[in-house]
């Protein structure tokens, strides 16, 4: 399995990103994907999910309203749209796959929780001055 993060880079505050993360060794359109961060002497937090089949999101309240997870699954890509970001916003954000579907299929806080999941990009780094 190997999760490739890229499109991390530099931007100013109010300024926009789309990370992608191209995923390979698993059947894509059948796992529930994640993007995860983690900012320095901070724990790693989820940020956004996505159900596959469904397509049902589910949001850190942080990132609420600015940021868009979607999924190609003819690409076997993953993306967050970033909008207006800020400086709060600075970690190394991660790419996450559970390998399969979760049992709970609504849309809920447990879609962040890190133990679901099973496979991790090595990350790539937001910068937000």
């Known amino acids: 399995v190997q999760l490739v993060e890229s499109g991390g880079g530099s931007v100013q505050a109010g300024g926009s990103l789309r990370l992608s993360c191209t995923a390979s060794g698993f059947t894509f359109d059948e796992s529930d994907m994640g993007w995860f961060r983690q900012a320095p002497e901070k724990e790693r937090e989820g940020v956004a999910a996505i159900l596959t089949g469904a397509g049902s999101t589910y949001y850190a309240d942080s990132i609420k309203g600015r940021f868009i997870i979607s999924e190609d699954n003819d690409k076997n890509t993953l993306h967050l749209q970033m909008y207006n970001l800020n400086a709060e916003d600075t970690a190394m954000y991660y790419c996450?796959?559970?390998?399969?579907?979760?049992?709970?299929?609504?849309?809920?806080?447990?879609?962040?929780?890190?133990?679901?999941?099973?496979?991790w990009g090595q990350g790539t780094q937001v910068t937000v001055s």
């Open positions: 996450a796959a559970l390998g399969g579907p979760i049992a709970d299929r609504r849309p809920g806080p447990w879609l962040l929780d890190e133990e679901e999941y099973a496979y």
